[in-house]
């Protein structure tokens, strides 16, 4: 019980019911033990719960789960990276750099800063560091979804991101024509082997 008041304590409050919800029902599942862990997410106040099962849940589970928290996006995940939205017309999760005014979008399977808090301290720091100039060109690698080259691009002449997995570049490029910015690019390399080694289309020119 101990353990459990101090993550309770660090958790978002969005996220504070998600243990007395999750110990009250899943002793009740017909399946409940096919369930290995539940992931959550705060997106800006909605609440996402990924639910990872090592055998098919059937419906009567499912809808018993949302029922106990209605709020909340529950999401299945049957097979690594294999999401299923339980509810019907469920939007994207997504979060907010507000001093910044971008939007980010990312899905369940995206790798993303865990802490909004900090991670809004990180990319302010990120631009105060640098010292960024209008006419400054960029490389960032392990781009992600955008999250720090969103914001570099507002402050420089061209920001290019490389990324090792496809779908994160696919969903950066997304959120760059989100918030409307058009001075980036992004593509897939595998950042493990030195940039002399990444193919000419998709290394920039001002490395």
């Known amino acids: 019980m101990g353990s459990e008041m101090c993550i309770r304590d660090r958790l978002s409050p969005a996220l504070t ?19 290995t862990h539940v992931e959550a997410l705060d997106a800006d106040g909605q609440v996402y719960l990924i639910v990872r099962h090592i055998r098919p ?11 106990a928290w209605p709020e909340a996006i529950w999401i299945g995940e049957a097979e690594p990276e294999l999401y299923q939205h339980w509810q019907v017309g469920t939007a994207e999760p997504c979060y907010q750099l507000p001093a910044l005014g971008l939007k980010l979008k990312f899905s369940a399977a995206d790798f993303i800063q865990v802490n909004q808090g900090i991670n809004q301290q990180m990319v302010q ?3 105060n560091w640098l010292n960024l100039q209008p006419d400054d060109q960029l490389l960032e690698l392990y781009c992600g979804i955008g999250n720090f080259s969103l914001a570099l691009a507002q402050r420089v002449k061209w920001v290019h991101g490389l990324e090792g997995v496809t779908t994160m570049v696919q969903r950066a490029e997304a959120n760059a024509e989100l918030n409307g910015l058009t001075n980036l690019s992004f593509s897939q390399a595998d950042l493990h082997l030195s940039l002399i080694h990444i193919s000419e289309p998709t290394r920039p020119l001002y490395i």
């Open 125 to 127: 720091q990120a631009l």
């Open 17 to 35: 019911s998600v243990f007395s919800i999750l110990q009250q029902q899943l002793p009740k599942l017909q399946q409940g033990s096919a369930i």
């Open 57 to 67: 849940l059937p419906d009567s589970d499912q809808q018993a789960l949302i029922k």
